[in-house]
T-cell receptor, first 116, second 111 residues
């Protein structure tokens, strides 16, 4: 159990275009989903926290207008990188938790975004 | 604030033991441990909560010293499959919060 999927697994796009990444919890309903980004050989940095039916909470320094998050249901959250630029190239990973009784987070396989 | 992990890297022979440490300057509610292999998502290993509760894999053990805001992950009789980067992630309060991860410890197991 506790499987989280992400789609696509990789994407290459031109500068200025928008890219949508989906995160789904396949076998459980996730109270909360999180979006992280990871640069090569670095740690995971929390970008935002997403709860179903409410606005996402963004970490300091993360532009909410650039990284749009929609949490449509208890099993689906989407991250849209708007007007992507080369500096947005990164590994984007989502995680999901049921939170009760533990906040163990299950990570998706990640999406590698390359902006040309 | 990002927790500090040590060591940064360790190389072991198969069957040897390793300890990975995670230290925070903030009071902690919980510590989470994950292993990540290159190009893959982190895999959940263990969660340790303030008050002594913990949940994790049978072959993995860890400790959490709330007063010192430190946690240690114990890998015994290491196997080749244990290779990867180990991250600790911390929460300062209860509830569904995102994690603040350390920089990771690279573990290489040699035959």
């Amino acid at each position: 159990g506790a499987v989280v999927s992400q789609h696509p697994s990789w994407v290459i796009c031109k500068s200025g275009t928008s890219v949508k990444i989906e995160c789904r919890s396949l076998d459980f309903q996730a109270t909360t989903m999180f979006w992280y980004r990871q640069f090569p050989k670095q740690s995971l940095m929390l970008m935002a926290t997403s709860n179903e039916g409410s606005k996402a909470t963004y970490e300091q320094g993360v532009e909410k207008d650039k990284f749009l998050i929609n949490h449509a249901s208890l099993t689906l959250s989407t991250l849209t990188v708007t007007s992507a630029h080369p500096e947005d190239s990164s590994f984007y990973i989502c995680s999901a938790t049921q939170a009760n009784p533990y906040n163990e987070q299950f990570f998706g396989p990640g999406t590698r975004l390359t902006v040309l | 604030q990002q927790p500090v992990q040590s060591p940064q890297a360790v190389i072991l022979r198969e069957g040897e033991d390793a300890v990975i440490n995670c230290s925070s300057s903030k009071a902690l509610y919980s510590v989470h441990w994950y292993r990540q292999k290159h190009g893959e998502a982190p895999v959940f290993l263990m969660i340790l909560l303030k008050g002594g509760e913990q949940k994790g894999h049978e072959k993995i053990s860890a400790s959490f010293n709330e007063k010192k805001q430190q946690s240690s992950l114990y890998l015994t009789a290491s196997q080749l499959s244990y290779s990867g980067t180990y991250f600790c992630g911390t929460e300062s309060r209860g509830g569904a919060d995102g994690l603040t991860f350390g920089k990771g410890t690279h573990l290489i197991i040699q035959p």
